[in-house]
């Protein structure tokens, strides 16, 4: 399953949950209204957070599935319009534990109420947003530090290779160093027995030429 693939389910589970929680709003009350307010208004962020990776997906696809991914960004950018005026609307509704329309009196001390619980909600939004962050630098970290791991035992297996390389070219050079040796050795010892023989032969025939004139002296 491609990234952009991946993104565009979990935004479709997220708007179905943001459209649940919307339409469960108008028959809160009090703190729990701001709490659900606050939670939707989180789940918006997340959803404007998809939208905006599927759109960076779509430029590094091709042909069709471009085209696809791009049409689908238009219509989430639209489903989010929607979820955010809708979340206005709800916002706007203010029924009392009896089920009736809360008197202006009630409505400003709410809307006040409000105001006072959005900047607690926009900080605990933005909480949740820099430990989501934290979380994908650890997880880019981490995957940094095995990445450096990996390259590093391919090191160590290259130079110990070049290692083994290194020893074998010394074996080959130490045995081509003494088949030298040993070639010299063999045509010195090859010219010798030449040399020896030949002074046999000299020796051999200085021999037969005394026993020749040795003879012809006797019978002279």
């Known amino acids: 399953m491609s990234n952009a693939t991946q993104f565009e389910a979990d935004y479709s589970e997220l708007s179905a949950d943001i459209t649940a929680k919307i339409g469960r709003i108008p028959s809160l009350?009090?703190?729990?209204k701001h709490d659900m307010v606050g939670e939707v208004e989180g789940l918006l962020e997340e959803a404007k957070d998809l939208i905006d990776?599927?759109?960076?997906?779509?430029?590094?696809?091709?042909?069709?599935?471009?085209?696809?991914?791009?049409?689908?960004?238009?219509?989430?950018?639209?489903?989010?319009?929607?979820?955010?005026k809708n979340l206005r609307k709800a916002r706007m509704t203010y029924r009392d534990v009896?089920?009736?329309?809360?008197?202006?009196?009630?409505?400003?001390?709410?809307?006040?109420?409000?105001?006072?619980?959005?900047?607690?909600?926009?900080?605990?939004n933005n909480s949740e947003k820099l430990e989501r962050s934290s979380?994908?630098?650890?997880?880019?970290?981490?995957?940094?530090?095995?990445?450096?791991?990996?390259?590093q035992n391919v090191l160590n297996n290259l130079a110990q290779d070049?290692?083994?390389?290194?020893?074998?070219?010394?074996r080959l050079n130490n045995v081509d160093s003494t088949l030298t040796q040993s070639s010299r050795l063999l045509n010195n010892m090859y010219r010798r027995v030449i040399q020896n023989k030949a002074m046999m032969f000299v020796i051999g025939l200085i021999i037969v030429v005394i026993i020749v004139l040795a003879l012809y002296g006797m019978f002279k």
């Not at 009350?29 to 729990?32: E, S």
């Open 53 to 84: 990776q599927i759109e960076v997906e779509s430029h590094a696809a091709t042909g069709d599935q471009r085209r696809q991914i791009t049409m689908n960004v238009v219509n989430y950018k639209r489903d989010y319009e929607t979820h955010v």
């Open 29 to 32: 009350f009090g703190k729990d």
């Open 98 to 124: 009896g089920g009736g329309e809360l008197s202006y009196t009630d409505e400003s001390e709410q809307r006040n109420e409000l105001l006072g619980n959005e900047h607690k909600n926009t900080m605990t």
């Open 135 to 151: 979380k994908r630098l650890e997880d880019g970290y981490r995957m940094a530090m095995e990445t450096e791991e990996i390259g």
């Open 162 to 170: 070049r290692e083994k390389i290194n020893n074998a070219r010394n």
